[in-house]
């Protein structure tokens, strides 16, 4: 790859301030949903959403609306696309981006079968050439909607050196346009590993991505892998520019709340009040026909780890699935997990 020309210059001017990335939900399949989204952004108002993975295939030929519609209230938001076919990539980006999203992330770290079969996802760790061409691509077919083009990858996959292989990758991805790198901190071995495993099995590696960062101080650069408290966000935070959380946000979503509250110091929600503000986007929802259990499954955390927080999960998974389940299964959630609190204490 070569020197970068000046019109990639310009597009790099346009892009927001790195600030934006300083923490972030991690792009999740069938988790980080519309709904799930909406949840998370009532907990952390800063934090920059994700999409889960959509091909660009789908965006450009499937119902955009069920696919990658969403609410005004997620922004600040960010497509997640998978492919390998630049002029694809490029039209979906472009849908994505007269949608309204703010950034378009191109998946390199996806170890599923399903997606190294269509050459997609952290198999691309050993095509920097063409992942270059992708995001080239993708920024020309978006730079007049000021979109930033970023990419999600892994330090490598199989037998792959997780020195050399980041910074080749790094380097000719930076080449084809692409400033802003979010690194899941571990390699991806595609041989033998269940996308499950690929996700705790290869070992973690924080330094190789603050190296990343040390070496290429102008790239933004985000950490993701592993990360689960507040102390940890505040170190990594120090050595690069973004965090980025996965599991622990859908799991213990309260989590996510506290995360950004020492970030950027946003007031602490109380969790009562999250639901209440959660209650008008349901209902909105249901009247337009969509199931309870649609939306109430991404809450069943919300008040993990304190008492009574196996009745709240109890009654909605117990009775949200029904066909004619509304807020009032929320609301019963709610009292069954005070009065098992109050006789805990009891
Ligand atoms: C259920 C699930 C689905 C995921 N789907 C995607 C995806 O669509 N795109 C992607 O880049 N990563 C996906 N990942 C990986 C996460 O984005 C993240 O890199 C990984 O979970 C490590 O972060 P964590 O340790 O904070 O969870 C998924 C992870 C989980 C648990």
């Known amino acids: 790859m070569g020197t970068r020309t000046h019109d990639q210059e310009d ?11 300083h923490l972030a939900v991690a792009p999740m399949m069938d988790w980080t949903d519309r709904h799930c989204r909406y949840f998370h952004r009532l907990l952390a108002p800063h934090a920059l959403l994700y999409t889960e993975m959509v091909t660009a295939q789908a965006v450009i030929h499937g119902d955009r609306e069920r696919l990658i519609g969403f609410d005004a209230a997620e922004h600040p938001l960010a497509l997640q696309l998978g492919g390998s076919e630049p002029r694809e990539l490029a039209q979906a980006a472009r849908i994505g981006a007269e949608l309204g999203y703010g950034e378009i992330n191109l998946n390199v770290g ?7 079969s269509g050459r997609f996802g952290a198999c691309l760790m050993r095509e920097p050439a063409l992942v270059a061409e992708c995001v080239t691509a993708m920024r020309e077919a978006v730079a007049p909607l000021h979109t930033a083009v970023t990419v999600k990858c892994r330090l490598g996959v199989d037998d792959q050196d997780e020195d050399v292989a980041l910074a080749e990758f790094v380097d000719a991805v930076h080449a084809g346009g692409c400033d802003v790198f979010v690194v899941h901190a571990r390699k991806a071995w595609l041989q033998g590993l269940s996308p499950k495993e690929n996700r705790d099995v290869p070992p973690l590696n924080y330094e190789r991505v603050y ?7 102008q790239l933004t650069v985000i950490i993701n892998g592993g990360i689960v408290g507040i102390d940890e966000t505040r170190e990594h935070l120090r050595r690069v520019d973004g965090v980025m959380l996965g599991r622990v946000a859908y799991h213990e979503p309260y989590r996510l709340a506290e995360i950004e509250h020492d970030v950027f110091s946003t007031p602490l929600p ?7 503000r959660l209650r008008p986007y349901v209902e909105a929802h249901l009247a337009r026909g969509d199931r309870l259990q649609h939306i109430s499954r991404h ?6 780890g304190l008492p009574g927080a196996r009745a709240f999960r109890r009654v909605l998974s117990e009775q949200a699935h029904r066909l004619d389940a509304g807020w009032e299964v929320v609301e019963r959630a709610r009292m069954a997990r005070s009065s098992e609190r109050y006789s805990g204490m009891a």
């Open 11 to 21: 597009l790099t001017a346009r892009q927001p301030a790195h600030t934006a990335w």
């Open 110 to 116: 996806c170890p599923s079968d399903r997606v190294q």
């Open 211 to 217: 190296r990343l960062k040390r070496e290429h101080p």
């Open 270 to 276: 109380d969790r009562d009040e999250v639901l209440l």
């Open 299 to 304: 809450i069943l955390g919300l008040y993990q």
